[in-house]
């Protein structure tokens, strides 16, 4: 079974660091594209950032509000994706969840999130 | 903000349709995808591409597009449907992910 678990949300002070694990199986990992995205409470979804396979060099893109305070990387060999978050503000909190990438070209080209985890909870509070 | 722009809300009679919309201008250069999310669960994708769905989502969901609109359909809508529906798609450069605000469907 195809499966993503998102792990190490919790509790944290504004300015303090945090970092998230997106632990995967039952698929090739080191092929795939992976995303994180959050939702603040009762807000909508939100991209945060993601990673391309090695196949594309293992590059990173951030969302704006992110960008420069957190960073994305992955370990191949042990099939997980990390969002190390840093400089942490309230507005951060939020359900983080982690997503496998697919894209293909059926006239145009598509990408889309085909598998989410359950998410994990980060909560920035003083 | 979001670069795609959904309604907020929509209702829908039990066993009608519901046509939920999506507008942006990076749908003239990718696919939207369409994302159900039913409270305090992860959104499961429920139309990808041009009107794919994946195994086990029922077939009265469909989508369609036209420029920089995309829609999904419900046909028949069941009481199971009442739930957030999310549109995406990648940016216009194709460097980002770009999300709608989401709609309410509300089967009555």
């Known amino acids: 079974e195809v499966q993503l678990v998102e792990s190490g949300g919790g509790l944290v002070q504004p300015g303090r660091s945090l970092r998230l694990s997106c632990t995967a199986s039952?698929?090739?990992?080191?092929?795939?594209?992976m995303s994180w995205f959050r939702q603040a409470p009762g807000k909508g979804l939100e991209w945060v950032g993601f990673i391309r396979s090695k196949a594309y060099y293992g590059t990173t893109e951030y969302a704006a509000s992110v960008k420069g305070r957190f960073t994305i990387s992955r370990d191949d060999s042990k099939s997980i994706s990390y969002l190390q978050m840093d400089s942490l503000k309230t507005e951060d909190t939020a359900v983080y969840y982690c997503?496998?990438?697919?894209?293909?070209?059926?006239?145009?080209?598509?990408?889309?999130?085909?598998?989410w985890g359950k998410g994990t909870t980060v909560t920035v509070s003083s | 903000s979001s670069e795609l722009t959904q309604d907020p809300a929509v209702s829908v009679a039990l066993g009608q349709t519901v046509r939920i919309t999506c507008q942006g201008d990076?749908?003239?250069?990718?696919?939207a995808n369409w994302y159900q999310q039913k409270p305090g669960q992860a959104p499961v994708v429920v139309i990808y591409a041009k009107d794919n769905r994946p195994s086990g989502i029922p077939d009265r969901f469909s989508g369609s597009r036209l420029g920089n609109t995309a829609s999904l359909t419900i046909t028949g809508a069941q009481a199971e449907d009442e739930a957030d529906y999310y549109c995406?798609?990648?940016?216009?450069?194709?460097?980002?992910?770009?999300f709608g605000g989401g709609t309410k469907v509300t089967v009555l």
């Open positions: 039952g698929f090739t990992f080191g092929g795939y594209e």
């Open positions: 995406n798609s990648r940016d216009s450069s194709g460097t980002q992910w770009v």
């Open positions: 997503t496998r990438d697919v894209s293909g070209w059926q006239d145009f080209d598509y990408y889309y999130m085909d598998v």
């Open positions: 990076s749908l003239r250069n990718y696919y």
